[in-house]
């Protein structure tokens, strides 16, 4: 099977207010595999230390970035563009979920398009002039008790979305299995030493006078096995409790 | 249809070290909807300006926040606990996505449990004794280019997932809950009842000799809490463990 690249995708910071916010999606970028930075007329202009000090391993990002006067300029190779506003506004553009979004210019992206995910100025995001600038607009769906997300929080969550879909596209071209499915679980104890932990506990507790009203002594033994079974013991752990249970008889 | 209530969710931040990030995980909280902050052993000291000057929004619940001396205290009214980490350590937990943390979570939640979200020290994290607490570790998937994500972040992207749990399910009325799992018969004991057992357990292991190699007491604990956790056992089921160790002991 043909290797297909991961989609080419840039992140277009728009008139950026604070430096801290660019170090911070910078970071964020390289959390998620995106490389690619441009930013159009940032406020407190470039370069800047603060942006360095909060870019935590980001930093090649940082001084890879290409600065615009323009948006136009800093979108003019791309094809497909996802903008990101806070709430719906009266614009004739789709808007949809960060996931459908990421869907979609995924889509584009593999078939050798290039892709730019825009986000605008802390304090009243993008334009209606920008946003036509937009393929699709992406709403993050936010709590009615603080609607407003910080810059690099937005993009955090779009970035995760992506890095979603590559792994999930990789996993598909190599029919592998995906890579959060239950690792680490531990090898089960297999059924018959559950009842060999059982055999030896139960005549202790006979002994012991455990089962004080004999008429409920099944209900309480399928009480104890269920319980063994949901915890999904290993070995190692069925052989704690035969050590436990040797310490006490 | 009866009208089932969001999940009860809190977040833990455990012995965080910039308040700043303490102050952007409130405001990252209230954009996706979870009110309960407890903070373990911060750092800087509370209550903390530097902190309110970065939850834009999010002051209420840096107001509401209850600070712990220990993580035992902070946790132990919950019944589910989701653990934070960057990398999936050689442990007996289960390590998956934060989506499918927060879907098993929020099962659990339906059915009345209470959900703990717990995220570690931004240097290191959380120690692997602290991971012993929880019932899964939920580790975001990054690129080889960063693994290091800030500790807001992190959280927003789990805070995310649990908005977008909350919404599906809102917009799904007639999907109820299903059961988390089949053997799940009753609602999972809070830790403190855990907690109990284990203190209880303890002393008369130890007058038993039980602990044979004094230095691998802390480690054989872990292993005891781990398996308790695990089992996701009811009241019930506990009273039943109080039982047979008073009949043995």
């Not at 808007?95 to 009243?124: D, F, H, W, Y």
Request: net charge positive; aromatic share 6%; with cysteine.
């Amino acid at each position: 099977m043909e290797k297909i690249e991961p989609p080419h995708v840039a992140v277009i910071l728009v008139a950026p207010q604070m430096s801290e916010n660019i170090g911070a999606a910078a970071r964020v970028m390289s959390n998620f595999g995106i490389r690619s930075l441009r930013i159009v007329n940032p406020r407190d202009g470039w370069p800047s230390d603060k942006a360095v000090q909060l870019a935590a391993h980001g930093e090649f990002i940082l001084k890879e970035a290409i600065i615009y006067n323009e948006l136009n300029a800093a979108i003019e190779d791309l094809t497909f563009i996802i903008a990101t506003t806070a709430t719906s506004r009266n614009l004739n553009k789709e808007v949809i979920s960060p996931r459908k979004a990421i869907e979609i210019a995924c889509l584009q992206a593999s078939q050798g398009n290039r892709v730019g995910i825009m986000l605008g100025r802390e304090s009243t995001g993008l334009t209606n002039n920008e946003l036509e600038y937009a393929d699709v607009i992406a709403t993050i769906p936010t709590s009615s008790l603080n609607r407003s997300l910080n810059l690099a929080q937005a993009l955090a969550i779009i970035a995760y979305e992506y890095m979603l879909h590559v792994i999930q596209h990789e996993n598909n071209e190599k029919d592998k299995y995906l890579p959060y499915a239950e690792l680490n679980s531990g090898a089960i104890a297999p059924r018959r030493e559950i009842k060999s932990f059982l055999d030896r506990l139960v005549p202790i507790l006979e002994r012991e006078r455990f089962f004080s009203i004999p008429q409920k002594r099944d209900q309480m033994l399928n009480k104890l096995r269920t319980m063994l079974i949901k915890a999904k013991l290993s070995s190692s752990e069925l052989r704690i409790l035969h050590g436990i249970l040797r310490a006490l008889s």
